[in-house]
T-cell receptor, first 120, second 111 residues
């Protein structure tokens, strides 16, 4: 089975440009999570969706960041305009659990390969 | 106090020995606990999940949970150089779906 797919794997852009990161969750998973990882701050949750609906976006750093999930198999994270401090690795993860109840193992999150973003 | 705390290391262990990684958490209502392994330049990989007090073994890995002490650990037996990585502890708090990650412990297995 295919795991979580992310694209692009690497992105280098200039300050002020728009950046769009893409994610395809594991088939059958109904929860999707966007994380950012830096040396200084570690792994931070930005936003997550259940059944394509944003549930918690409290980790989104500012209005320059936005995320969408138009259907069960695709999500985007957009940064507009980008700034050098946005440079990080962005991970997408998915899990099965989107509703109350279910097995504890449904909380297991599986990560994609990540997108390494460099903003010059 | 951080929600999930780990010793950042680095932790050096000789090949063949037992590596012990520790994690404490602050939310007493936490229900699910996970260990992820992350190689340099790669994404986190789930290696163990534990949901009830006690030990859970999977091959060379054993996860231990003590909810009364709010403590979860990961033991790696017969450590191999390929186990050298950063190990992330993650906790699911009560009533929430999201995971809270520790900063990770960098483990080095010395041949």
């Amino acid at each position: 089975d295919a795991g979580v797919i992310q694209s692009p794997r690497h992105e280098v852009t200039e300050m002020g440009q728009e950046v769009t990161l893409r994610c395809k969750p594991i088939s059958g998973h109904n929860s999707l999570f966007w994380y950012r990882q830096t040396m200084m701050r570690g792994l931070e949750l930005l936003i997550y969706f259940n059944n394509n609906v944003p549930i918690d976006d409290s980790g989104m750093p500012e209005d320059r960041f936005s995320a969408k999930m138009p259907n069960a198999s695709f999500s985007t994270l957009k940064i507009q305009p980008s700034e050098p401090r946005d440079s990080a690795v962005y991970f997408c993860a998915s899990s099965r659990r989107g509703l109350a109840g279910g097995l504890p193992s449904y909380n297991e999150q599986f990560f994609g390969p990540g997108t390494r973003l460099t903003v010059l | 106090q951080k929600e999930v705390e780990q010793n950042s290391g680095p932790l050096s262990v000789p090949e063949g020995a037992i590596a012990s990684l520790n994690c404490t958490y602050s939310d007493r209502g936490s229900q699910s606990f996970f260990w992820y392994r992350q190689y340099s330049g790669k994404s986190p990989e789930l290696i163990m999940s534990i949901y009830s007090n006690g030990d859970k073994e999977d091959g060379r890995f054993t996860a231990q949970l003590n909810k009364a002490s709010q403590y979860v650990s990961l033991l790696i037996r017969d450590s191999q150089p390929s186990d050298s990585a950063t190990y992330l502890c993650a906790v699911k708090n009560q009533g929430a779906q999201k995971l809270v990650f520790g900063q990770g412990t960098r483990l080095t297995i010395n041949p």
